[in-house]
């Protein structure tokens, strides 16, 4: 999985979000543990996490 920062990620709907955090938690699932998609996935996990959560503190 590509690494997604969160300014790519700030871009995108919640809809969209929602989706990808689906994608990088099934890659993150299926990969091996020492492998770079893995690492990817987890990251793009976090930044995902981030970019809702800094959204629901939005008045």
Same mark, same amino acid.
């Given at each position: 999985?590509?690494?997604?920062?969160? !300014? /790519? *990620? $700030? +871009?995108?709907? &919640? @809809? /969209?979000?929602? $989706?990808?955090?689906?994608? +990088? !938690?099934? &890659? +993150? +699932?299926?990969? /091996?543990?020492?492998?770079q998609d893995y690492q990817n996935a987890l990251a793009t996990l976090a930044n995902i996490r981030?970019? *809702?959560? @800094?959204?629901? *503190?939005?008045?």
């Open positions: 999985m590509k690494l997604m920062t969160i !300014f /790519e *990620l $700030a +871009a995108k709907p &919640d @809809s /969209e979000l929602h $989706a990808l955090y689906r994608q +990088a !938690f099934n &890659d +993150a +699932a299926r990969g /091996e543990r020492t492998g981030r970019v *809702l959560n @800094s959204r629901a *503190l939005r008045p």
